[in-house]
Structures are given as C-alpha cells and as structure tokens.
C-alpha cells in the first residue's frame, strides 16, 4: 500500500465503531422517551445485541467497555462520605451475608450446570460462578476448562441480569429516595482535575497488582478514600455518566452473533437455566437478609443480584436504592470469588466425584 493512503480496513472497523454508536444513541434516546429504567444502558443493549443476531457487523469502540466502567466507578465514589463508612461499617455483617451467599449459589448452579450440559468440571463449575467474566477464564484455563464457553456463559448471564432485574424492580415500583446521596453534586471545573486523577491512581494502583474489574473498582477506591477522608470534589457530567452506560451496553450487546448461539446450544441452554435460578436464589438470599436487617428489601435483591459490578451499581444509582450498600456488597463478591475461586473448584470436585 503506498504511504500515506488510508488503509481500507481500519477505516472499515471506524466506519462500523460510528454506526454501532449512532444506533445505540437513538436507541437510548428511544428508552428514555419510553420511560424505561436505565434507557442510557439498556437502549443500546438490547438494539446493538438484536442487531448483531441478524448478522449486522457492529463494532464497539475500543476500550469503550473500560472508559464506561471508569465513568460508572468515578461517579459511584463520590457516595463514600464519612457518614456512609460509618453506617457500612455497622452492616458489616450484612454485607458478608450477602458476599458468602454468592459462594453457595456458584456452587448450586454449577453442580446443575455440569449434569445438564456435556461439558467437563472445570468449564461448568468457571461458567456457573458469578464473579468477573475475565478473572473466571483466567482460572477456569489454569484447570483445563474450555475458556470460550466460560466467557461466553458469563456473557449471557450479565446480559440476563441486566435485562431481568431493573426491569423486574421497575416493575415493582421499587425506585427509592435513597438518603445516601454524593458529596458532591455539582460539576466543579476547578476540582474536577483532582477527581480525575485520584481515579485514575485507583485505576493504576489495581492494574499494577492484576486486581480483576480495575476500571470499575479502581475509580471507586480512589475517588471513595478521598470522598471518605471528607475532602469535596467535583462531581462528573452527566453526559460522561450516561456516556459510560452506553459505552458498556454496546460492548454488553456485540458479544452477541448469531454463531454465539450455534456453537454450543445446550450449554448455553443449560448456562440461561443456570443465570435464572441464580438471580433466584440470590433473591431468596435478599428476603434472608431483610428479616436481620433494617435495609429494604429491593436494595437487598439488587446488593445480592449475580450481575456485573458496574451495571448492578448504576441500577442502583439510577432506581436510588443504597448505592454504597450495592456497590460493596457487588466489590466484596467479586474479591470473594476471585480470590477463593481455586478453592471453591477444589471442594467441587470432592462434591462431584
């Protein structure tokens, strides 16, 4: 190719990257119109997964996924005021309640995933455990799981998560007014700078330590220990909040193809049965919790939903129900289950001999 002419498949893939996001702008402009809950997130999933279905090649932006988690995790930072850390800290044991029962239902579905579907231990014990997508291939290939299979089960179970739960709560008439609200509130040109940079300290401080979910959990620890040591800062746009929605329902949603489905139905067959009676059990945990606790109820079901960190946390922000309550139960999930996982596999195979 001479120098200097363009070269025809990146400008492709930016031509593609373009449509994908003016698709899922109108379509998130569309669910706002509608009322639906989280239009910024969901608008885009559904229309960019829909789309992929029928074999249209949309792209996601790259890095988008990140960018939209840091924006999630900057803005849920901010909730970490002095006040807060002193009432999470009395609901400690709450919030250890709801992180441990995710370890017994990974257990649960993945006993249910592993006689369902032909598949070997390893595979459908990683697939069925809800923690980090990325961190469970990871593990899942140390042991010999099939890594495609693990990333794409946990893939249709974030995207069954994201679709049932807000919706479900919706439903219910669950929006709050939650008593916790931000420190700061309003875009502040002059502090925002600081904002910026303590998040992307926090973002630089996990990636060092190859901590999973970085980009969510790496603003919030920045932005949270300034927040908490009670130092204002300024809050982010709103346009970079609902951006970072729409950044990570259009990663969410071109997962999808129509060969997702066509590589192996009964597992993912057997890995959609395995999302909804997580999402049912967890909700079963929730009740448990409510009766020991003064903390409502919708709260408690989306504190103990197997979805994404970023996405069960900006529900919590957009339905106004405990935001910090949510975001360190889904925090303390995730370490949990990241960090016991090889375990957890090794007293599965003593269980399913």
């Known amino acids: 190719m001479p120098s200097g002419s363009p070269d025809p498949a990146r400008a492709s893939t930016a031509a593609r990257v373009a449509v994908t996001l003016s698709i899922a702008t109108l379509a998130a402009y569309g669910a706002q119109a509608f009322g639906a809950p989280l239009p910024w997130m969901l608008g885009p999933l559904f229309a960019v997964a829909l789309l992929r279905l029928c074999d249209i090649g949309l792209r996601p932006l790259p890095g988008g996924r990140q960018a939209g988690q840091w924006a999630i995790g900057t803005s849920l930072g901010l909730y970490f005021t002095p006040a807060v850390l002193v009432l999470l800290r009395d609901n400690l044991l709450l919030v250890g309640l709801i992180a441990g029962g995710a370890l017994v239902v990974g257990m649960l579905c993945a006993r ?20 980090g997508a990325s961190e469970m291939a990871v593990v899942a290939e140390r042991f010999g799981g099939a890594v495609d299979r693990v990333a794409a089960a946990h893939a249709l179970r974030v995207m069954i ?13 669950a929006h709050g007014t939650d008593l916790y609200q931000p420190l700061a509130r309003g875009v502040d040109l002059a502090r925002l700078p600081w904002l910026l ?29 300034i927040t908490g040591a009670g130092l204002n800062l300024s809050a982010l746009p709103v346009w970079a909040v609902n951006g970072g929605q729409l950044l990570i329902g259009c990663a969410l949603g071109c997962r999808f193809s129509p060969a997702f489905f066509q590589a192996a139905p009964r597992f993912l067959a057997a890995a959609t049965v395995s999302a909804l009676v997580a999402i049912g059990l967890g909700t079963l945990i929730a009740v448990g919790a409510a009766a020991l606790s003064d903390a409502p109820l919708a709260t408690l079901v989306l504190a103990a939903a197997p979805g994404g960190v970023a996405e069960m946390c900006i529900t919590a922000k957009v339905l106004q129900l405990g935001v910090p309550l949510v975001t360190l139960c889904h925090a303390l999930r995730v370490i949990v289950l990241t960090l016991g996982a090889s375990s957890l596999y090794r007293l599965f195979l003593r269980l399913t001999p």
């Open 112 to 131: 249910m995933t592993w006689a369902l579907a032909p598949v070997d231990r390893p595979t459908a014990f990683f697939a069925s455990l809800p923690g």
């Open 161 to 173: 998560v994201v679709a049932v739960v807000p919706l479900a709560l919706s439903a219910a008439d």
């Open 197 to 225: 940079a303590a998040s992307l300290c926090g973002v630089a401080l996990l990636s060092a330590v190859r901590f999973g979910n970085a980009w969510v959990l790496g603003p919030l620890l920045g932005v949270g220990a």
